[in-house]
């Protein structure tokens, strides 16, 4: 039987290891182009939304249910159809619902800036003000979440992921006992790159928070809440804990229909506290009179309802599911032996979290981008860029057809087995 790396004599890694570099400069002479850091939907998932263009092809589609001609200025809030459709997606109430534009991204910014240069809560002290608000932030995360903390200069601390949520000890001892601690981001379910979902007990105790903080927002970010590959996996509706107590206000919800119909042209929403969503209304008033409501009737004709949406989802499933299965294989294949890696096998969401031999994340990124496959950059994942171990990679297996997925893993493996080798001697 193979020995592990760890195990080898250093004459059994130095053979392994010319062995690697053998091959990877074959892979080098080859001259291959391959990528595995988009986390986006491809084009045959794409074509799944077709019908979404023969929706809505005349005007008299466009009177709301409430009379109102959605050609027209008005209804900030979005148009009643959506707020029902989006509530009942969400599990709240259409009046908890701000319907937005084309990104989650974007309404996750906006409240963030909100919070930021107006204040929120009984105060409204702008936290810029307060001068040393601070942010949690899971990781290993989204990077676009710690880039909105990046462009304010707020603080992130980052936290440990368990598997099935945030380290709720360690959430709970900053969180109720540090005034200054403002916000935390969260993707509760098919959290993005390690595919965990929150239990149910770690969204009640973060329901629960008693935070130090009066003015502390929770950023929901649920992008991946009908994302299932197959078997459903549920995750608690956070509000089922928050409204009518005195968290009601802590919690923005954010999701889109990016990878739903088309990422860049579908609908985003807020769900939120009354008090939240008026006080949304307000600043977003001076921002614009509404957003694309032709859009929003567009996708309510299409989608109709959650039961059409799951079925819907079914056939984003078809196509995404043997490709995480095939990038499973390959790892196992690549990894069971050498034993330098382990890897996340969710059930859904866009992304696999895959962990390397520590302190080689770098050199293989590099040795991946020298041999013609791009990756993630390594310590994407974490706030700053700051991979404590140097091991973590996002593995977006979405876009790329199962041949060039393939390819891409057998060259990935490659790379991370040689510089496992490589810093092993190193270490000798
Ligand atoms: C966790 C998460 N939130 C938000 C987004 C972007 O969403 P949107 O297209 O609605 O801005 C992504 C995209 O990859 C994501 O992974």
Redesign the pocket.
Known sequence: MAKKYVEMTKSELTQVNAELQKEYDKIVESGISLDLSR??PCKEQLDVSDDLFRTLTSSSQCISKTGFDVRNYGLLQGIEEAKELFGQLLGVPAENILVGG???????YDAFARCMLFGVGEHRMSWIKQGDAKILCPSPG?D??FAICEEFRTPMIPIRLTGHGPDMDQVEELVNNDPTIKGMFC?PKY??PTGETYDEKTIRRIAELNPAAKDFRLFW?N??LYHDFGKETKVANIFDYTFGTKNEDMVYE??????ITF??S?I?VMATSKNNIDYAVKHLSVQSINSDKINQMRHVLYLKSPENVKDHMKKHAEILKPKFELVEQKFHEAFDEAGIATWTEPNG???ISLDIFPNTAKTTFNLCKAAGLKITGAGATFPYKKDPDSKNLRICPSYASLEDLEKACDVLSVCAKLAATRRLLEME
Request: proline content about 3%.
């Open positions: 986390g986006k084309n990104s989650s991204l974007t309404m996750q989204y676009r979440h993707v959290s993005n970010d992008a991946y954010f999701f889109s229909t990016s990878k990422p860049g579908g985003a969401g866009y992304f």
